[in-house]
């Protein structure tokens, strides 16, 4: 593995997301390099590390000729690397919120279109 770069994408106005991209060369069983493949992982955060030189297994999916990944191995120091996403209490507190926002919208509609307006008692009948 070489070439590591870390860059922080904004995503929103207070969201944002850590994008590792390095370079893997893969070499046939002579030890001869026969490809140099880019790699790039993605999350809100990391677990694990990796530095230049590091000897790494990864599998993911190939996307316009990069190896997208969420997880790799480092042979060299036997540690498991994760990208993790946004934590799951978070999004879940996210997702109720955005309801009940929906709902306090839906329900000011429906007054406003559904009911009818109050009238007072001592309105007249017969205006026309």
């Excluded at 969201?15 to 046939?28: A, G, L, Q």
């Excluded at 996210?94 to 709902?103: D, H, K, N, S, Y």
Aim: charged share 25%; hydrophobic share 40%.
């Amino acid at each position: 593995m070489r070439a590591l770069t870390s860059r922080t994408e904004r995503q929103g106005e207070s969201d944002h997301s850590t994008v590792w991209t390095f370079r893997v060369e893969r070499y046939d069983e002579a030890g001869d390099r026969i490809s140099l493949i880019p790699v790039e992982m993605r999350g809100y955060r990391f677990e694990g590390a990796i530095h230049d030189g590091d000897w790494v297994r990864a599998g993911g999916r190939t996307k316009g000729g990069t190896l997208h990944v969420n997880r790799l191995e480092n042979l060299t120091t036997g540690a498991s690397v994760r990208a993790k996403g946004i934590p799951k209490p978070v999004m879940v507190i996210a997702c109720v919120m955005i309801a009940l926002i929906a709902a306090f919208i839906a329900w000011n509609f429906y007054g406003i279109v559904f009911e009818a307006p109050d009238v007072p008692s001592d309105y007249p009948s017969d205006f026309p």
